[in-house]
């Protein structure tokens, strides 16, 4: 059950048709890895930690460069060069008192998938390479942990769930193979604007919430953001049965 302080803390939510309060208490109960603490995983973890989500862990083994703050809300100048796992699980605790958050102060290997993806509900891939998206897609098909990728450049943003529990669920593999040319630019190549980022975090957080209280998300759509332009558009994707991933050959 929801305490009186709960229940009023969490009444906006608690409510809605599609939470209530058994929504608000799988939230309670609910944990989830963080993959980058960035532009994207900066307000991804506001969010989540704000709306009940009991444990968050939160894994980034950069350190804060004065170039970050103008789109990573949660550090400020006399952050730099701190990891920013630490500095977020600090801030996000005060703030949060009664959620757990773990920081996780390395960079994401095959080792710590094998170790965290079975504690977890769900995964947030908020980072910024090719090579950790790869790792983490892999490790959540193999441990059928449910994946909410967000990526974003210049006045652009992308957003993909994906669920292996689900056997038509395609995977980030299937929408980018490696022996293909797969998408390389990132903020340091091309630029970044911060709201864009908040977007595809909300949007991120909104379906991790969906998911986490037993909502209908949509799989094998590919959002796409146009910031310039104010539009998004949906491209429905399918799982390739000949993905090195997710496929049945």
Aim: hydrophobic fraction near 40%; include cysteine.
């Amino acid at each position: 059950m929801l305490s009186n302080q709960e229940q009023l803390k969490y009444s906006r939510q608690i409510i809605l048709d599609k939470i209530g309060s058994q929504g608000q208490i799988a939230l309670r109960n609910a944990k989830v890895l963080i993959l980058g603490v960035g532009g994207l995983g900066n307000p991804a973890s506001l969010y989540l930690a704000a709306a009940g989500v009991g444990t968050l862990y939160i894994a980034d083994g950069d350190c804060i460069e004065i170039s970050n703050l103008p789109r990573q809300i949660l550090f400020c100048e006399d952050n730099i060069d701190e990891n920013k796992a630490d500095v977020a699980a600090e801030k996000l605790q005060q703030q949060f008192p009664d959620v757990t958050i773990e920081a996780i102060d390395e960079m994401f290997d095959e080792e710590l998938c094998d170790y965290y993806l079975p504690q977890v509900d769900l995964v947030l891939d908020c980072s910024d390479n090719i090579q950790t998206r790869y790792l983490i897609n892999q490790a959540c098909v193999q441990h059928k942990v449910p994946l909410i990728v967000g990526a974003a450049t210049g006045f652009d943003g992308q957003q993909l769930t994906i669920d292996p529990r689900d056997e038509t669920s395609a995977c980030y593999h299937c929408l980018f193979p490696a022996s293909e040319k797969a998408p390389t630019d990132n903020c340091q190549t091309i630029g970044i604007i911060g709201p864009v980022l908040a977007m595809i975090a909300g949007m991120q957080s909104l379906q991790a919430i969906k998911l986490l209280t037993g909502n209908k998300v949509q799989l094998n759509q590919l959002n796409l953001l146009d910031g310039l332009a104010n539009q998004w558009q949906q491209f429905n994707m399918k799982k390739q049965k000949n993905c090195t991933v997710c496929g049945s050959n």
